[in-house]
Each structure stands twice: as C-alpha cells, then as structure tokens.
C-alpha cells in the first residue's frame, strides 16, 4: 500500500517517478484501515534529499503508513528554508504529545563535537527520552545511534585513525532475527563517519546484528528500548558518497576516494548502487515487525 505524505512535498515527484505508490489524504481517508504512524526526525542540513531517502523505503512497504516529518524546535537551519520547513515539517514541541507506532532519528554533520556541547542537545535528550513511552520500535542512524548508544548506555565511542568512507562488506552475526529476514549473509552497505564505537563498552543488553572486523559495528538492537542502532547509511541513494567526496575536493581537503564505491576506481564512472535491495528489506522487515506487533489503538503505545 502507498506511503501518505503531505500533497506538494518535493519528494512526492521523485518518489512517483519510481514507482512508489504515493497516496493523498481523501483517498487513504476512506480506507478501512488504521495507517502506521511513522515519524522521521530529520536533523540533516538537506532536507529534502534525506526526507526521500527515507520516504522511498518506508513507501515500498505493502502497508499505508503516515509520515510525519519531525525538526528540531529551536534550530535554524542554514540549509532549507523557514518556509519550507514550516509548510512540511512539524516541530517535537507540536508532537511530543502524539503517539507513533514508528521513529527514525536521522544523522547530523556534528561528528566532532561532544555531545553535550551540541546546541540542541537538551532537547534531544528529551526526544531519546520520550521514544520510550511515546513510541513502539525506534531507528536512531548514525549520529543519532551514537548519541542513543551514549545516552542510555554510556557507550563511549573515539575517532577512528581515518574516516571510514565508502562501501563496506559487512557480515551478519547473531542468530536469526526478523530485522534481517532475507538479507544477504555478507551485505554491501555505505559507510562515511570518522568515529566508531568502543566494542568495551557495549553492555550484555546490546545485541550487534550487522559487524565489519575493519571498521566496527554497524547495526545493533536493544530489545528493552524497543530500538535499533544503525550507525551506516542504508538509505543513502546512488550519489550521497560521490557528491560528499566531490565536495570534499571542490574544498581542496585532499580526500580519499570512497572504498568500492566507483567502478574500477574511475570517478567519471557513475557509481552503481550494490545496497539497495538490503536497504528495503531492512526497512520492510522494521515496517513488518512494527505491524505485527504494535497495539492497535494508539494511545495503548507505551503503556
């Protein structure tokens, strides 16, 4: 079934171009259904680019789900404008009281600075603490795994010789669990993060579900929060990497190609997408799981 988002949202145009059934309000008003009530703290600078990501994989799911895009209170952005932001995008103060079936908290481009000197940090310690009781299965991605990893397990993570930029073999370990169902046992997944997480750290009520021996941990679950920590980037689209590394050589920063991301090391090559099949089954299963297992009254979430 389709993802509803609002009418003119600029994803909308991508996402029909693709293929994803995109659904208005009057239609989904008169199906015989209660939509999943998914929510998508977006704390990115490009927010239409990250709302897509994200909206192509939660719209690929065979349920009708609700999308509510989420921004910090407070922040300004730099990058999108206030009117954009207040047309699409409601602030956590307006919905701290609402109840989600689902919630995703995005990454930030504030790898190097601690976490408690993040403007926003009070608030997002509000936020983390609120998807307890609020909500039924959370996703936190990269620095937003990092800062939840922090937050409730004091997990300290440290900066890494190099930045792990690229596209990275991974292995599933564990046994089987149904955030995994039909992924690949060794899936390719984007990688672009200067910090990985002390493995010393990770307490016994932290289940690693996808590791890299080279680069660290990728994804784990804590079954008590009802949470996931993806600290990669499955939703990234065929470009993320090419254009961050472009950048990066437009600032004369000098970076390192992205591993395995260009053919044949060839950067005039368009890069070819060899994840994008385990980015929607992960989301799919996540979907799947949160359907078959979520109260169905709201307000009964957290309770």
């Known amino acids: 079934m389709p993802i509803r988002i609002p009418d003119h949202l600029p994803a909308r145009v991508t996402l ?17 259904i209660r939509p999943l009530q998914i929510g ?3 704390l990115m600078p490009n927010k239409e680019r990250t709302e897509t990501q994200f909206a192509r994989l939660i719209g690929s799911t065979p349920l009708q789900i609700d999308l509510t895009l989420v921004r910090i209170t407070d922040h300004v ?50 936020i983390m603490n609120w998807t307890g009781s609020n909500v039924h299965q959370t996703m936190f991605i990269c620095w937003g795994a990092q800062a939840a990893l922090y937050h409730f397990h004091q997990a300290k993570r440290y900066r890494m010789e190099k930045k792990a930029f690229g596209v ?28 990985d997480i002390d493995r010393a750290s990770l307490g016994p009520d932290l289940e690693i579900l996808i590791d890299n021996d080279e680069i660290g941990v990728c994804m784990l679950r804590d079954k008590a929060r009802r949470a996931l920590y993806m600290l990669n980037h499955l939703e990234y689209d065929n470009r993320s990497l090419a254009d961050e590394y472009e950048r990066d050589v437009k600032a004369g920063l000098n970076p390192e190609q992205p591993v395995n991301l260009f053919p044949g090391g060839d950067t005039s090559v368009e890069p070819e ?31």
């Open 40 to 42: 998508l703290l977006n």
């Open 77 to 126: 952005s730099k990058h999108t404008s206030e009117e954009y932001l207040n047309t699409f995008y409601s602030t956590w103060e307006s919905v701290r009281e609402r109840k989600f079936d689902g919630f995703i908290v995005t990454g930030a481009p504030i790898a190097n600075i601690p976490f408690e000197e993040v403007r926003y940090w009070p608030e997002m310690l509000e």
């Open 273 to 303: 997408n060899r994840w994008r099949s385990h980015a929607h089954l992960l989301f799919q299963n996540w979907i799947n799981e949160i359907y078959q297992t979520t109260p169905y009254e709201l307000a009964d979430i957290g309770e």
């Open 168 to 195: 990275f073999r991974h292995k599933l370990v564990g046994g089987p669990t149904p955030w995994l169902r039909g992924l690949s046992d060794s899936p390719m997944v984007p990688v672009s993060r200067y910090n």
């Open 16 to 32: 029909e171009k693709e293929g994803v059934a995109v659904m208005d309000a009057s239609r989904s008003a008169r199906q015989d």
